[in-house]
């Protein structure tokens, strides 16, 4: 519930953003928490009816339940175009702007990035690959990160570079 609230309040009350959110965090709780096998598939099939409609076709995102995301995601834009691996891991009130990619190359494992604290991603950026932005890094627009971003860094271009260091 506190993920809920959360959400709630960094989205602005954005409908179309909220209710992909509580679907996510829905299928989220089904997918980790709910233990009794028959009402599991019983719930797991109504969100997969919900995510389809809710996120996919209103949103126009991926956003799969199996996906570990702290409280407070701000989507500003909504879903629209954002894609997440399923095994991505993304922290506490990350900004992710629209279409964008956290994704994975199946050379090394098949193994999503790690999203740390407080990041921001641009519009367009590209995660790609056993990656980890620290806290409080950004990632700028149509950015392709294919090595590590440390914390409080700017990363940018196309392979994106770290160009600055920011302080809080």
Not at 81 to 92: E, L, M, S, W, Y
Not at 119 to 145: C, D, L, M, W, Y
Request: charged share 15%; net charge positive; proline share 5%.
């Amino acid at each position: 519930m506190k993920h809920i609230k959360l959400d709630f309040k960094r989205n602005n009350k954005n409908p179309i953003t909220l209710s992909a959110l509580i679907t996510y965090r829905t299928g989220n709780w089904i997918y980790y928490r709910c233990n009794i096998p028959i009402i599991k598939q019983f719930f797991w099939f109504l969100y997969l009816l919900a995510d389809v409609v809710f996120v996919r076709i209103i949103g126009g995102g991926e956003l799969p339940a199996k996906t570990k995301i702290d409280c407070g995601l701000k989507l500003p834009h909504g879903v629209n175009g954002i894609i997440v691996h399923p095994d991505a891991v993304i922290g506490k009130n990350v900004t992710i702007m629209h279409q964008v990619t956290l994704g994975s190359v199946h050379t090394n494992g098949n193994v999503p990035p790690y999203i740390g604290d407080e990041v921001f991603i641009g519009a367009g950026a590209k995660i790609i690959g056993n990656i980890t932005v620290g806290n409080k890094a950004r990632i700028g627009t149509n950015a392709v990160v294919i090595k590590d971003v440390t914390e409080q860094a700017t990363a940018v271009g196309n392979p994106a570079r770290n160009i600055l260091k920011h302080t809080s």
